[in-house]
Nanobody
Framework: QVQLVESGGGLVQPGGSLRLSCGAS??????????MGWYRQAPGKQREVVAT???????TYGDSTKGRFTISRDNAKNTVYLQMISLKPEDTAVYYC?????????WGQGTQVTVSP
């Protein structure tokens, strides 16, 4: 059973920074072959893509986070990161880690990020 465990969420003031981490309980071969992503869901809104990173290191970003958020991965640690800077109140959401490998897709349980004075 694949498990994704997110950490690093919390309360931060506008303009602040946070780094989220997601550890995957899969073999290294599977992790290296997977596309990893971060998604978020705010109350009353649909889940949206924040950023993705392919097995080859190619990255994509949602329009609202481009230039402020950076996704990266450490294949030696089976971990994907999301560095967030210049946080805004509208970034408040539950952030979910996602792993896609072959035809399979897995989600973490989510970590809350709250941006508030």
């Amino acid at each position: 059973q694949v498990q994704l465990v997110e950490s690093g969420g919390g309360l931060v003031q506008p303009g602040g920074s946070l780094r989220l981490s997601c550890g995957a309980s899969v073999s290294g071969i599977i992790f290296r072959s997977s596309t990893m992503g971060w998604y978020r869901q705010a109350p009353g809104k649909q889940r949206e893509v924040v950023a993705t990173i392919s097995s080859g290191g190619d990255t994509t970003y949602g329009d609202s986070t481009k230039g402020r958020f950076t996704i990266s991965r450490d294949n030696a640690k089976n971990t994907v990161y999301l560095q967030m800077i210049s946080l805004k109140p509208e970034d408040t959401a539950v952030y979910y880690c996602n792993l896609r490998w072959s035809a399979n897709e897995y989600w973490g349980q989510g970590t809350q990020v709250t941006v508030s004075p």
